[in-house]
Each structure stands twice: as C-alpha cells, then as structure tokens.
C-alpha cells in the first residue's frame, strides 16, 4: 500500500515550466505502477503521464506530448512531472495516483484503474 503526496504546483506565465513531485510512503513503492491525472471542476479526471514501475515504459496524452516527461526515483520513492512550454489550458489540479503494477513494464492510463491518489496540487498558466 503507498500513499501518494503531491507537491510542486503553482503559477506560472504561458510558456513557463513546472516540475511536480510525487512522493509515496510505503516500503514496496517500487511495485507500482504511476500515474499523473489533472481536473478542472465539472470535467472528469483526465489522462496526462503514466510510468511502469522499472520506469522503462512510459505512456503520454496527447495534449502534452513533446512538453511533458514523467519520471521516477525508486529510491527516493518519488515521480516527477516536468512540464515545459507551458499553456493556459493546462490549468487544472494534479494528481498522482498509485497502482500495483503486477509486471514490470506495466502502466495504466484510465483513472479507475488506480486505488491510491493523492489530494492534488494546483496548476495555474496564466496568459
């Protein structure tokens, strides 16, 4: 079990950069298989990064795709969300979720596959 912690948000101008962290307690952090949503409110969660637990797979949206790279640290228990080039329609909540990922390659793109979340860090692109 891993419990997903977010941080890294904020405001910045269009064309900017941010780099959200994810930090997961839990001993076995390595096993799972992560992801990167974000929400604006009356839309559903939407797909933006997953990453296999080796790292070695990666899936992206493609709204961001060539702007944003999702990584992992397994030893620091933490992913990361580098978003360059930012525009204002990336303005939404991030979230990180969590999912045991049974092989390692393994990743997950649609919301209800994941069972651990964090609370969320606020992204802001101004014009």
């Known amino acids: 079990q891993v419990q997903p912690v977010e941080s890294g948000g904020g405001l910045v101008q269009a064309g900017g950069s941010l780099r959200l962290s994810c930090a997961a307690s839990g001993r076995t952090f390595s096993d799972y298989a992560m992801g990167w949503f974000r929400q604006v409110p009356g839309k559903e969660r939407e797909f933006v990064a997953a990453?296999?637990?080796?790292?070695?797979?990666?899936s992206y949206a493609e709204s961001v795709k060539g702007r944003f790279t999702i990584s992992r640290d397994n030893a620091k228990n933490t992913v990361y969300l580098q978003m360059n080039s930012l525009k204002p329609e990336d303005t939404a909540v991030y979230f990180c979720g969590a999912q045991y990922g049974y092989h390692r390659e393994k990743y997950y793109t649609a919301a209800r596959e994941y069972d651990y979340w964090g609370q969320g860090t606020q992204v802001t692109v101004s014009s």
């Open positions: 990453i296999s637990w080796s790292g070695g797979s990666t």
